[in-house]
Structure formats: C-alpha cells, structure tokens
C-alpha cells in the first residue's frame, strides 16, 4: 500500500443540480458524458450533427427531453457557452476542442477535452451507484480498464444493500429529529452519539428490514429509554442465533463427515477380518 | 441494489496541480481540507489567525511550507480571492462563509463551504488512496458515518497491491510505446489489445512481481512473437501448482485429518478389545 501524499487529484461530488452545462460532439464519448451528468441532474445542451450521432446519444436525446436540448450542427463560437456551468468536448476534431477549451478558461467555465488530459479542468472516473451511494475510481490517467477491474473487486466486496440501508438510517435520522429537535449544541450531541452507536452496532443489512412502525418502535424503546441501543436480534430483524455468520459451522461438519467415514471403514475392515 | 438516474452528483477528479487554492480557517475541517487537497498539488493559501489553529493545521503549515503560505489574519475582502482558482471556507461564522462564498460566485471561483451544503459547488467524501489508484465515496450528504463503513467494506475487497499493479502495468505500456511507437490506428490498437488481453488473463497482484528485466523479458517473449500472450506461470510470477487459489484444498486437507482420526480411534478401540 502506497500511502505518498501529492501526485493525485482532489476526487470530488460536483453539483450540477438544475445547472446548464454544454456537450459538444455526439458519438460514443458524448453518450457517455450524456450517461454521467445525467445522474447530477443539469439541463444538458448537445451540440453535433445528426450524421454523427452515436445510437445511444440519439436514443438519450429521444427519451431525455425534459434535461436534453438538441442542436444539429457544429460548434458556432463562443455565444455557446453562454450561461453555462460546465463544458465538455468529445471531437474527433483536437483543434476545435483546444479552441473550446481557451474560450471556456477566458470565461472561467469548468471543461472537460475527451483524450486531451492536460488541458482538462477534471478528469472522469468508473463509478458505482447505488441510490444515494456513489463510488468513483481513478486511477489518475493509468488507463480505464485497470479502473474496471478494481471496480469489479470492489463490487465483490459490496452486498447491493447499501443503497438501501444508507437510505433507511436517512429516513431514522429524519424521525429523530422530529423527535429531538434542535440544531446543534447538546441534544446535537446526542442524536450524533445514538446514530454513531446504533451505525456501529447494527450491520448495515440490518437497518434494510426497517419500515416506518418499526423505525418508531426502535425510537421509542431506544431512544426514549434514556438513548439505549437496543440490538437487531430484539428486533427479530437478526436471528437471535447467528447460523450463518460462524464461519467454523461447515469445515466442522465436513470433518465429523470424514470422521464417522474413517470409523466405519476401518470397523468394517476389522469386522471382514473378523469373520475370516 | 437502486439503479435510479438523477438524485446524484457528478464525481470527478479535479485537477490543482499548480493552481493556487485558498482555504479561509484554521481549525479541524480546515485542516482535512489541506490534507484532502495536498493530494493534488496545489499552491495553498491558509488565512486564519493564529489562536484559532488545529495542532494539525499548524503542522502542516509548519512541515509543507513549500505548498502553503500562512497568514495570520481574518478574510480582509474580494482581494483575497484574486488568482485562486478553488476556495474552501473551513468557519463557524457562517455570515462571513455565506459572504465569501457569494464573492466567488461572482468570479466564478468553485468553492466549498464547510456546513453549509446548499452553498456548496462540490462536495468532499471518503476516499482510499494507494499511490495511482484514487477511490471516493460519497453519500450524496447522508452521513459521513455510513460512508466511513462503506470504506471499510471496500477496503476488505482489496489486497493493498492494487496502486503498485497499477504502477508497473504503467511501466510495461510506456516500454510497449518505445517497443512500437506511434499514436492511434493500426499499431495503436494493437497495442492496446495486447495489454487488455494481459490485464484480463493475469491478476492484478501477478503485475507485482514484474521488474525491469521482466518486463523486458515479456515484451520479447509475448509482443515480439506476434503479440502472445505469455503465462504469468511461465514466467515464474505464480507456481506451476496454484496451492494457493485453491479453495478446495484446506477443507480437503481438514477431511482428511479428521477421516485418519477416524482410522486410528477405531483401530485402537478395536485392538484394545482384541487384548481383553
């Protein structure tokens, strides 16, 4: 593990929420940044010709009008980037993109120039999501497929229920503070404390099984109770003996197995030489 | 496992390096902040007065002088924010972050304002580094616990020889690129079939075990005879035997021990009532 300080990049949550941002090109590229922005939710304008359009751009233009202006034509000059929040090129066309690229720095407009890294404000990533969870990989310019690799160890490490359980202890939190009010100072403190406790405590999975009744129940017979912790097995959400967690259940049965394997077969050796 | 487009952010890793960053505070959050951004290589301004520095805050100032300049005072006005290229507000007054942030909207400065979200242009979220390789995780503002645990989970997925793979399969390009030179098409392509082809039939951690010679010793054996693909087993990089990745072998081992035991107790048992 390398732990060096410096030679990185600062990875980042950018906010595009109802902001304008500008795509120009429309193969596969432009699909792609059509597909990442459109998670942050921005009004996308795309600017290509139809001739050049890529089936999954064409197909995002179609279904996606309520976030996606379309212009069939080229890039005009710098009257595009009007109002914008964001620009990201994706030519074939280098020359274009480095003079997209100037105009946006004059006009201090984040930019993004597929296959030309020195002159991008930001860098793409592969990315997880999951509901609220999001999880971005870079491996700062060392090639997309090491990314996707260490995407999928990453996936292997995740049960799919994070999502879900990030948005169940949102929804708790939220109860809570109806509960608790107030904005920071002791009782702050203590909701921060009982949250972190039960976060600890609890496997994510656990917090899946809550609905709404049992959320109140666990305010209730938890917090209310001078801020206890009660445990998910109290809950019936975990058995209250954990089958699958022991790790040491199957390689014991196998061993018994052979065991009783190893008596019976030598007690029928002896039993055949016996009878001789 | 939530596959929703829209409700999130736009993760991206931003590029500082050279760029002059101002960060307004001095406490906690302010020193995170210098540790998260250090990463990318900025120039960093720290404005804060002396009485109110994080131990850590000052250490950095005192260990890194040669990326951050000090100085011992409160934000003066708009003059402090000329020629920064991101600004950060670390500050319990949150008029003066609310001011400082307004000031850099006008200049189109991104800035990020530590407990005041709706402000924010970007977002911070846990990260993982080793050397190349950068992993961010954000909960889209639901809690840094829940991502904290998320980190933990990843980290579990990962053998803590992911960035020193992604250093040397790094190397073993660039060597490839002086082997056969050339930008895009025919030989472009190839190239880059070849080290996908790789990447796909080794692991990860068999990249490890590669040094000058090797790799050299790999492109000659591998490239050079019209783009094999050699074995990592025939370079000595993993045993003949994979002992190791067999899932099998240790239960394999415990079944046998046990079926032995078997044996033995039984012929005992039978020995000691033949005695009798």
């Not at 929040?85 to 004059?106: H, K, P």
């Amino acid at each position: 593990m390398t732990d060096d300080i410096g030679g990185g990049s600062l990875l980042v949550a950018w906010q595009l929420k109802e902001k304008r941002i500008l795509i120009v090109g429309g193969g596969e590229i432009a699909s792609q940044r059509i597909q990442s922005t459109l998670v942050a939710d921005p009004y996308i304008t795309v600017l290509a010709p139809q001739s050049g359009l890529h089936p999954r751009t064409r197909h995002f233009i179609e279904t996606r009008d309520d976030r996606i202006t379309y212009h069939d034509r080229t890039f005009q000059g710098a009257g595009e980037l009007e109002g914008m929040a964001m620009a990201l090129t994706a030519l074939d066309d280098n020359d274009l993109s480095r003079e997209i690229v100037g105009m946006c720095r004059e006009r201090r407009i984040p930019v993004n120039a597929a296959d030309i890294p020195d002159l991008c404000d930001f860098y793409f990533g592969a990315q997880i999501r999951d509901g609220p969870l999001q999880i971005m990989i870079s491996t700062n310019g060392n090639g997309p497929r090491m990314a996707s690799l260490i995407k999928s160890r990453l996936q292997k490490g995740l049960s799919g229920q994070e999502g879900n359980a990030i948005v169940k202890v949102g929804q708790l939190r939220n109860k809570l503070k109806e509960r608790a009010p107030g904005v920071g100072g002791d009782v702050g403190r203590q909701r921060m404390k009982w949250m972190t406790t039960l976060c600890n405590q609890w496997e994510m999975e656990d917090f899946t099984a809550l609905d709404d009744i049992t959320m109140d129940k666990l305010l209730s017979e938890g917090w209310d109770q001078g801020g206890r912790v009660p445990s998910p097995v109290d809950f019936g959400i975990r058995p209250r003996k954990d089958t699958i967690a022991n790790p040491y259940s199957i390689p014991l049965l196998h061993s018994a197995v052979a065991f009783a394997a190893g008596v019976l077969a030598t007690t029928l050796l002896f039993l055949y030489r016996g009878k001789k």
